[in-house]
């Protein structure tokens, strides 16, 4: 008998030790999911550019800086099977400084597709989405300050899933009422917001006065020293400029994401200039704006980018249409950027001594 009440007694007190074992890794299962990285859009599955014809009004919606309204236009290109593709859509101007004309007078946009019409296209799945074009029409460079842009994108896709994809665009402007003469230009369309938080299966939180030391850690050194490569210090993750915030699951560390580069020394636009309150003249002058952190962490940082390095020449150079003088200055000023981050006394002066303190 008393054999009996040992076994019992030992059967109860597994099951008490078991079975919340089994509830609490059953409710961590569900407050942390596994990650996944979901597959892009369709339009953002390829390196290769697309070749599109945008029709519209050109005067009339270049100069809708107001963003009045959303005019009328129709997107066109060939598709593999050489069907031409015709798709209705309205369009309007986006931005903030660039859609000033006094600073540019070809203004960046926002195309809204039909979601019937887009099924079984190169644009399944969009809505919204931004087009990145050419600040003056007059003036090569600035077709060259779109490749350089596109191109800071690309090199931030080598560190993680969670950033923005983007898809090079060979853009011809017909205008539909045969005042203007026909304008092609290279463009590039951004990652809605969304779809990129869907793919990294995380969701966009809109909370501002976030310190930097409130978010992943590691990933905030990887964009500081990123945005210190390519020479941007357009940035700030306390006002959610040029930055949105990412989070997997409720609780966890937001994850900051970068866009806008155009203001970066690697692009180096004719009308970028520094913050007044910033130490630099030129935007081509580096300055870390990340905060102090132990060496091991800033060194774990280092490592990735040395780490990427061959892949990093290689994007730059598989850059389409980037003329040479442009790739050479592209690719000395990021020489620039490997000397620095290989020389220790460098790296002390330049992430130590200039870092940001708390």
Same mark, same amino acid.
């Not at 009996?4 to 099951?15: F, G, P």
């Not at 990933?219 to 700030?236: C, E, H």
């Given at each position: 008998?008393?054999?009996?009440?040992?076994?019992?007694?030992?059967?109860?007190?597994?099951?008490?030790?078991?079975?919340?074992?089994?509830?609490?890794?059953?409710?961590?299962?569900?407050?942390?999911?596994?990650?996944?990285?979901?597959?892009?859009?369709?339009?953002?599955?390829?390196?290769?550019?697309?070749?599109?014809?945008?029709?519209? /009004?050109?005067?009339?919606?270049?100069? /809708?800086?107001?963003?009045? $309204? $959303?005019?009328?236009?129709?997107?066109?290109?060939? =598709? &593999?099977?050489? @069907?031409?593709?015709?798709?209705?859509?309205?369009?309007?101007?986006?931005?903030?400084?660039?859609?000033?004309? +006094?600073?540019?007078?070809?203004?960046?946009?926002?195309? @809204?597709?039909? @979601?019937?019409?887009?099924?079984?296209?190169?644009?399944?799945?969009?809505?919204?989405?931004?087009?990145?074009?050419?600040?003056?029409?007059?003036?090569?460079?600035?077709?060259?300050?779109?490749?350089?842009?596109?191109?800071?994108?690309?090199?931030?896709?080598?560190?993680?899933?969670?950033?923005?994809?983007?898809?090079?665009?060979?853009?011809?402007?017909? /205008?539909?009422?045969?005042?203007?003469?026909?304008?092609?230009?290279?463009?590039?369309?951004?990652?809605?917001?969304?779809?990129?938080?869907?793919?990294?299966?995380?969701?966009?939180?809109?909370?501002?006065?976030?310190?930097?030391?409130?978010?992943?850690?590691?990933?905030?050194?990887?964009?500081?020293?990123?945005?210190?490569?390519?020479?941007?210090? =357009?940035?700030?993750?306390?006002?959610?400029?040029?930055?949105?915030?990412?989070?997997?699951? &409720?609780?966890?560390?937001?994850?900051?994401? &970068?866009? =806008?580069?155009?203001?970066?020394?690697?692009?180096? +636009?004719?009308?970028?200039?520094?913050?007044?309150?910033?130490?630099?003249?030129?935007?081509?002058?580096?300055?870390?704006?990340?905060?102090?952190?132990?060496?091991?962490?800033?060194?774990? +940082?280092?490592?990735?980018?040395?780490?990427?390095? =061959?892949?990093?020449?290689?994007?730059?150079?598989?850059? &389409?249409?980037?003329?040479?003088?442009?790739?050479?200055?592209?690719?000395?000023?990021?020489?620039?950027?490997?000397?620095?981050?290989?020389?220790?006394?460098?790296?002390?002066?330049?992430?130590?001594?200039?870092?940001?303190?708390?």
């Amino acid at each position: 008998m008393r054999s009996n009440n040992l076994k019992n007694l030992a059967a109860i007190l597994l099951l008490v030790l078991i079975v919340p074992a089994i509830s609490f890794s059953w409710l961590d299962a569900q407050e942390i999911p596994s990650k996944t990285v979901n597959p892009p859009a369709p339009l953002f599955q390829s390196d290769e550019p697309l070749y599109l014809t945008l029709s519209m /009004d050109v005067k009339t919606v270049i100069r /809708d800086t107001e963003e009045l $309204k $959303k005019h009328r236009a129709k997107i066109s290109y060939t =598709d &593999p099977e050489g @069907n031409v593709v015709k798709l209705p859509i309205k369009v309007k101007v986006r931005g903030n400084f660039r859609k000033d004309p +006094a600073n540019c007078n070809f203004p960046p946009l926002r195309l @809204n597709f039909s @979601n019937t019409t887009v099924k079984n296209t190169v644009f399944s799945g969009q809505n919204k989405i931004k087009l990145v074009t050419h600040c003056r029409s007059r003036a090569d460079i600035y077709e060259q300050n779109v490749l350089k842009e596109y191109l800071a994108y690309k090199l931030y896709n080598l560190f993680t899933e969670e950033s923005f994809k983007v898809r090079l665009v060979h853009l011809t402007y017909a /205008d539909t009422e045969g005042r203007l003469d026909t304008l092609e230009k290279m463009a590039f369309f951004i990652e809605p917001n969304q779809q990129m938080a869907r793919r990294s299966d995380c969701e966009i939180i809109k909370i501002k006065n976030v310190h930097q030391e409130r978010t992943n850690k590691h990933k905030i050194m990887v964009l500081s020293v990123f945005q210190y490569m390519i020479g941007n210090t =357009d940035w700030s993750v306390l006002v959610l400029h040029n930055v949105v915030l990412l989070r997997e699951y &409720p609780g966890a560390l937001p994850v900051a994401v &970068p866009y =806008d580069f155009d203001w970066s020394g690697l692009v180096c +636009a004719p009308y970028a200039v520094p913050a007044e309150f910033l130490p630099i003249e030129s935007v081509r002058t580096r300055l870390y704006r990340g905060f102090c952190r132990p060496d091991a962490e800033l060194q774990l +940082a280092l490592d990735e980018f040395k780490l990427h390095k =061959d892949e990093i020449y290689r994007t730059c150079n598989s850059i &389409p249409f980037l003329t040479k003088k442009e790739l050479n200055k592209t690719l000395k000023y990021i020489d620039q950027f490997f000397k620095t981050i290989e020389n220790p006394n460098a790296v002390q002066v330049e992430f130590h001594r200039n870092c940001r303190t708390l």
